[in-house]
């Protein structure tokens, strides 16, 4: 979250001044009892600051900048399919990323890509071992944090920029474990 609030402070965020101290004081909070990495105790806090202080349209600015799973190991992959397939069509690169990664994907008409995704780690292995019973209160920052490692992904692996546009997470009020639904717009 060091990173996050890092970004915060960027006069292009559009995020108050008057708002920073509250975040400051999250992290410091934090520090303070001595957690090396932060963790997800300090990871929740300021999500749910970032519910109460910021508008829909600034976290998914943040997490455009800094979503989950940015930057892993997977990246090498994601360079060799974008160098791979770069001279072919965005529909055929994001049907073959779809089939080569087992991403559900599509192409709509209005220049975005809508992605259902449940992954195999973080929230979806925690209600697979039951230790997540309930919506947690900050799913949707988690989600919308999420959004911005799927962003990061297929900007990287189709060579496109994206732009989070929306976060469904209606289906788990249904089933803990059904999939959330992300649609990016396309902007180049």
């Given at each position: ?149 799927r962003l990061y992904e297929y900007e990287k692996a189709l060579g496109i920029k994206l732009k989070i546009k929306s976060v469904d997470i209606s289906s788990l009020s249904k089933n803990l474990a059904n999939p959330v639904v992300f649609t990016f717009?396309?902007?180049?």
């Amino acid at each position: 979250m060091k990173t996050m609030l890092n970004t915060m402070k960027k006069k292009k965020s559009g995020i108050s001044n008057d708002v920073i101290p509250v975040f400051e004081g999250i992290i410091q909070k934090y520090e303070a009892l001595g957690a090396p990495s932060l963790g997800p105790e300090c990871d929740a806090e300021f999500e749910k600051a970032m519910d109460e202080y910021l508008t829909k349209e600034q976290r998914f600015w943040l997490y455009e900048q800094n979503g989950a799973c940015k930057g892993t190991s997977a990246d090498k992959e994601r360079k060799a399919f974008a160098l791979e397939h770069a001279d072919k069509p965005l529909a055929e690169r994001l049907r073959i990323f779809t089939e080569t990664f087992g991403r559900e994907a599509v192409l709509n008409d209005d220049d975005t890509i809508t992605v259902t995704f449940a992954c195999t780690h973080g929230y979806y292995k925690q209600v697979k071992e039951k230790k997540i019973t309930a919506l947690p209160p900050t799913i949707e920052s988690y989600f919308e944090r999420c959004a911005g490692g799927r962003l990061y992904e297929y900007e990287k692996a189709l060579g496109i920029k994206l732009k989070i546009k929306s976060v469904d997470i209606s289906s788990l009020s249904k089933n803990l474990a059904n999939p959330v639904v992300f649609t990016f717009e396309i902007l180049e």
